[in-house]
């Protein structure tokens, strides 16, 4: 149950991020390219672990993020999550044309 609540949140903060810096197009294409090699970068984020570990704060979760990464869904959910708080945002206002 917690690790559900964990994907959740993760999916939430980084799809705000992504969609509040308008970032929301290339940040897709980026994971829709490299979508097939996350299983390869959860593993390489692991294998840094100790070492990144070490400059991080005590009760980090570091660990359960790469678990997250390791699952090809929760890609496949941040991408979903990206597009529906793209079309929650209002449209963005066109500037005017100076004469």
């Not at 705000?16 to 593993?43: C, D, T, W, Y």
């Not at 294998?47 to 890609?75: C, W």
Request: net charge positive; proline share 7%.
């Amino acid at each position: 149950m917690e690790d559900k609540v964990f994907e959740k949140e993760m999916i939430d903060k980084i799809a705000g991020k992504i969609v509040s810096r308008r970032l929301s197009v290339p940040a897709v294409l980026f994971m829709e390219v490299l979508k097939p090699l996350n299983f390869l970068g959860a593993q390489t984020l692991n294998f840094f672990g100790p070492i990144i570990e070490s400059l991080m704060k005590p009760g980090n979760r570091y660990y359960n993020f790469t678990e997250f990464l390791e699952k090809r869904e929760n890609i496949e959910r941040i991408l979903q999550r990206i597009e529906e708080l793209e079309n929650e945002l209002p449209p963005k206002p066109k500037k005017k044309k100076k004469r």
